[in-house]
Structure formats: structure tokens, C-alpha cells
């Protein structure tokens, strides 16, 4: 399998069981960081949607009776 590392294309084949090891690593760990990108958008999304429904549930302000003492 032909991949690329800093901007030079290498073929797997070629590597070294170590080097087997750690690119299949390298590419388990892009794959999470892809994952854990897309939770943390619907994180954000639900975050907004909570801090919404919260807002309408929060009670009204009562204005405050100003009186004047002259």
C-alpha cells in the first residue's frame, strides 16, 4: 500500500515490521482524530440546543418596584 509522509509517497511494503506498526498506528490515530472531530460538532450542536431549551425554561424577570422616598 503506497502512502505519504511529508509530502513524499512511500509504499508500505517497504517498511520494516516496526515501521508496519507504526504507520498502521499513525493511521488508527488519524482515524480517531476524525471521530472525536465529528463528536465534538454534535457536542456543540446538542451544547446550543440545551442552552436553548434551558433559556425557555428559565422564570421571567419581574421588574423591581422602584419607589422614591422625597
Same mark, same amino acid.
Given at each position: 500500500?503506497?502512502? @505519504?509522509?511529508?509530502? =513524499?509517497?512511500? #509504499? &508500505?511494503d ?13 493511521? @488508527?490515530? #488519524? ?5 472525536? /472531530?465529528? $463528536? ?7 451544547? =446550543?440546543?440545551? &442552552? $436553548? ?8 424577570? =419581574?421588574? $423591581?418596584?422602584?419607589? /422614591? #422616598?422625597?
Amino acid at each position: 500500500m503506497k502512502f @505519504n509522509l511529508d509530502g =513524499k509517497d512511500y #509504499n &508500505s511494503d517497504d517498511l520494516s515490521d516496526k515501521g508496519k506498526a507504526c504507520l498502521d498506528k499513525l493511521q @488508527n490515530l #488519524n482515524f480517531k482524530k476524525q471521530q472525536l /472531530s465529528l $463528536e465534538f460538532a454534535d457536542c456543540e450542536v446538542l451544547q =446550543k440546543h440545551y &442552552s $436553548e431549551l434551558l433559556k425557555q425554561e428559565l422564570p421571567e424577570e =419581574k421588574e $423591581e418596584k422602584q419607589t /422614591s #422616598n422625597t
